[in-house]
């Protein structure tokens, strides 16, 4: 076989074997896609007392992110939007019904520093939620809304927290979700939430800072956006409160999805059928090289 044609041969193994490895495709088909009829707030409290280590002796944070994920697993097509709150209101996501840019969101949620700030109330993020539940009403009010409001119900500053009533007519469901436990626990210095700094100290007190759930005010926030209220203790049941949401399906059929012709196949029995050429050739090279060598040994002996 000339040179040209093994160059060749081997180029194209070459060239073969990057094309499998991009897995190259063509065209797009119409993919239904599941759609939900809810759009769901997710209001979570990020202060200090939400690492307290009184959740399966962890941080409640912890309890509070496993929870949030398992809803939204239990919750597909929803539109969900993440709203946090400490000494300030941050809207951390708009709706999205990307399930996997919400459960991001969620993993990364990272709480105040031991100091930032000075103190805060439950209500603080009553007039961001006012404006996101008006805005969504507005924009696709054929969508029912589901507040879920996570937090410990502490109040850590001076003055009287405002009713959540007014949002009552905006809520079509929902839940708060409630951390913490009456005896409390401490909280951890670090910003990793690891004990090895040591805990939040009270000066007043002269000893470790205790944070305790405020369950009386967590039902009250409850009974004023007509939902339920839940305490949380451990990992699971998260699909049966979302059951509750009472959400209903519909297939988009019209939806445009990436959805390729998949040719990675082709490409890989060309460099299936171009290795085999190439083995072959060697095993003949081999073959030849050891009969002409075979004479000149029964010559030497």
Known sequence: ????????????????????????????????TQLSDIEVLVVVDR?????????????RVDGAQQDLAELADA??????????????????LPFTSDSTTFGTAIETLRLEGPFDGSGSLADRPLEAMREILERAEEQHPDRRRMVVYVSDGENTADGEQASFSELEDLVDGGVVLGYGTEEGAKMPEADNLSTEDGYLYDQDKGEDAISRIDEGNLEAIAAELGIDYAHRTEPGG??????????????????????EHDLTWLFGLILLGL???????????????HTALAPARKEAT
Do not use: K, N
Request: charged share 20%.
């Open 1 to 32: 076989m000339s040179t040209a044609l093994v160059l060749a041969r081997r180029i194209g193994i070459v060239v073969a074997l990057v094309l499998v490895l991009l897995q190259p495709g063509f065209g797009t088909r119409a993919a239904p």
């Open 47 to 59: 202060t200090r007392s939400m690492a307290a280590l009184d959740y399966q002796h962890g941080p």
């Open 75 to 92: 919750l597909p097509g929803a539109r969900f939007a993440l709203l946090t709150y400490g000494s300030d209101v941050e809207l951390e």
């Open 238 to 259: 998260m699909r049966a409160l979302a059951d509750d949401f009472e959400a209903s399906y519909a297939l988009d059929e019209g939806a445009d999805a990436p959805a």
């Open 275 to 289: 290795v085999l050429l190439e083995l072959r050739s060697w095993w003949r090279a081999l073959w030849t090289s």
